[in-house]
């Protein structure tokens, strides 16, 4: 069974940056969509970054272009994402998601009905 774990959220200044790391488990495939949602109350929960573990394309929300990055570790065990430049529009609940197999990225992010497993999520504050 596929467990994800996220970790890193906290509290911080506008402009400044956190890196939250979703540790994975289970996972017995080669290849898999990995992506980092978030949400604020009373809306939806929106992609913010995905990718396929089995290539180097990623696909971020405009929203964060240029501000975040996402990576995974050698071991495909791990992944990250390194917010820069944060704002307070980036607050919210952070999940990490997981989909078995290789996933076209600019589809995947549209919706969270593309991913099977989701970790229990990691607030992040930033206030201005």
């Known amino acids: 069974q596929v467990q994800l774990v996220e970790s890193g959220g906290g509290s911080v200044q506008a402009g400044g940056s956190l890196r939250l790391s979703c540790a994975a488990s289970?996972?017995?495939?080669?290849?898999?969509?990995m992506g980092w949602f978030r949400q604020v109350p009373g809306k939806e929960r929106e992609g913010v970054a995905v990718?396929?573990?089995?290539?180097?394309?990623?696909t971020y929300a405009d929203s964060v272009k240029g501000r975040f990055t996402m990576s995974q570790d050698n071991a495909k065990t791990t992944v990250y994402l390194e917010m820069n430049s944060l704002k307070p529009e980036d607050s919210g609940m952070y999940y990490c998601?997981?989909?078995?197999?290789?996933?076209?990225?600019?589809?995947?992010?549209?919706?969270?009905?593309?991913?099977?497993?989701w970790g229990q999520g990691t607030q992040v504050t930033v206030s201005s």
């Open positions: 998601t997981h989909q078995r197999g290789f996933c076209y990225t600019y589809r995947a992010i549209q919706s969270p009905t593309n991913f099977d497993h």
């Open positions: 289970g996972i017995t495939h080669s290849r898999s969509c």
């Open positions: 990718m396929d573990t089995g290539d180097t394309i990623r």
